[in-house]
């Protein structure tokens, strides 16, 4: 990606790429630049919300993705603390205090005693803000030590309830594009220009809060909420950057088509098996998604001429999630991983409590499957000579694999490495690619190489549709201005028939082709 705008640029085309997933630091080979998917949160994480409760019996014992922090209502007065990023180096020697190592900022919420609303202050920001509503961007600065500055964010703040207990939520802690603490945009000055015009902007490069709907404390209604200011926030950044863009690549990404097909595809699916714990009222989000999706379609179409190609990609598919394969525990009660001796009584088990001497194979990944290669892994055993028996041996019984409770097979193909990789790295790669079957996806806690007691079970979470699946069952959508003559097109041949479009030369590393050529 960084290397077809340079490819471009150095060309004098202009490019100007928004939200380009993988682009953070944002590259400075664009024109102009957003950075994407991987961009963190002010706080170094890929989104960590904060929640504060007055209720002492709520309790998220496994939580992940955000802090719990709770607080005492004293005469309709909360006191609280904002976390910042961590700087150690600024933590009182011995404190045993949670959150010691966070820069914090600290704020004042009033409760109304008798209209559901608060007043919030924070660095002489005050927000009047009803329960259920979102506050506007709110500017925070944390302050390091005196040597290395401060650090700038924005955050949202919600009003859960304030009767009969205090509930608050804030989004992750985003980069501020007009002060950015890491570079989001390029130049830098661009974010401030963008900010200036149509206000702050996520900057996140998952902008959703998905933890925080996975672990319940945004519920549906407040997780449509947040996503309708993500999907106007994005749309009003799309017509910012296509006003002001001649000629040229236009490149913008939009999260919510993906983000909310992960999270609200049990609303919409009657027949998922959680669809009866999912608000009704949101079952037709996705379409309308897709709706809005077909206006930013509707403002490009004009442009289309001899000299104008639009391309409108997805990169994959969508389909449920309901039941989930536990890739590891299937291995290990098949003989192919094997437990330290301490841990196999465990209930559940992590990636450190692997017996590596003894174990074969063992997944890591949404879909990755190796083998323990000696000379390859730390404590490797398998002989490269017996690899290709392995794999064979696990694609076959895989794919065998019976659901007792749907009658279903929850693995639909085991692909190849050769079959998937190309290049220097093909060897570091994964032996296999477990794609599951529509419906099925590998555990939560298998993709980091954790064992459980089932083998298959429900999927608990709002995470509901899923596409880390057999590709061939799940494959993505292409649209082009101009006649497509490759008749199974790949995206890998998309940067080769952008570079055509422009006359640049396919580099020799590119492994794709045009799609414009039979």
Same mark, same amino acid.
């Given at each position: ?27 400075? @080979? ?24 007055? &209720? ?15 607080? &005492? ?140 709907? &996975? ?45 909310? =097909? ?128 392995? @794999? =064979? ?43 599951? @079957? ?81």
């Amino acid at each position: 990606m960084y290397k077809r705008q340079a490819y471009l640029t150095e060309q004098g085309i202009p490019a100007w790429i928004s939200k380009i997933p993988t682009n953070f630091p944002v590259d400075e @080979t664009a024109t102009k630049g957003i950075a994407g998917m991987g961009t963190p949160d002010l706080i170094d994480s890929y989104g960590s919300f904060s929640y504060w409760t007055s &209720d002492p019996f709520e309790h998220y014992p496994d939580i992940s993705g955000g802090t719990v922090q709770y607080v &005492d209502v004293n005469q309709n007065t909360v006191r609280a603390q904002l976390l910042g990023p961590i700087n150690s180096l600024v933590t009182p020697s011995g404190s045993n205090e949670p959150f010691a190592d966070n820069v914090k900022v600290p704020f004042t919420v009033y409760l109304d005693p008798k209209e559901n609303a608060v007043r919030l202050e924070i660095q002489g920001e005050t927000l009047v803000l009803n329960v259920g509503e979102y506050s506007p961007w709110v500017p925070v600065q944390f302050d390091l030590l005196p040597v290395l500055g401060s650090a700038s964010g924005i955050v949202r703040f919600l009003v859960k309830q304030i009767r009969p207990q205090f509930q608050l939520y804030a989004t992750p802690i985003n980069i501020d594009p007009a002060n950015q603490a890491a570079p989001v945009t390029y130049p830098q000055e661009f974010g401030a220009e963008i900010a200036r015009d149509i206000g702050s902007f996520w900057t996140k490069g998952l902008p959703c809060d998905t933890k925080a709907f &996975d672990y319940r404390i945004l519920n549906d209604e407040e997780y449509v909420q947040q996503a309708e200011l993500i999907l106007e926030e994005r749309m009003a950044l799309f017509r910012h950057q296509w006003s002001r863009f001649s000629d040229g690549l236009f490149y913008f990404y939009v999260s919510s088509t993906d983000q909310d =097909a992960h999270m609200l595809w049990r609303n919409m699916d009657t027949s998922h098996p959680k669809h009866g714990e999912s608000d009704a009222r949101f079952g037709g989000w996705i379409p309308y998604l897709y709706e809005r999706m077909d206006e930013i379609v509707g403002e490009v179409l004009p442009a289309i001429d001899d000299q104008t190609l639009v391309l409108i990609c997805s990169d994959h598919g969508f389909a449920q999630f309901g039941r989930q394969f536990h890739l590891n525990t299937w291995l290990r009660d098949n003989g192919y991983l094997t437990l330290e001796s301490e841990a196999a009584k465990k209930e559940e088990t992590a990636i450190t409590d692997i017996d590596w001497k003894q174990t074969v194979a063992y997944g890591v990944g949404f879909n990755g499957l190796y083998l323990n290669l000696k000379n390859r892994e730390g404590q490797g055993i398998v002989e490269a000579a017996k690899a290709a028996e392995i @794999t =064979a041996r696990l694609t076959r019984e895989l794919q065998t694999v019976t659901d007792p409770e749907t009658g279903q097979r929850p693995v639909a193909r085991v692909y190849p490495r050769d079959e998937m990789y190309v290049g220097e790295a093909t060897p570091m790669m994964p032996e296999l690619l477990v794609g599951y @079957t529509p419906g099925y996806r590998n555990s939560s806690p298998s993709v980091l190489g954790a064992t459980g007691s089932a083998i298959i079970d429900l999927n608990p979470w709002a995470w509901s549709g899923d596409h880390s699946m057999a590709r061939d069952l799940v494959p993505g959508s292409l649209f082009s201005s101009h006649r497509v003559s490759k008749s199974s097109p790949s995206i890998l041949d998309l940067p080769v028939s952008i570079l055509e479009f422009f006359g640049v030369e396919k580099p020799q590393q590119m492994v794709g082709s045009s799609i414009y050529k039979s």
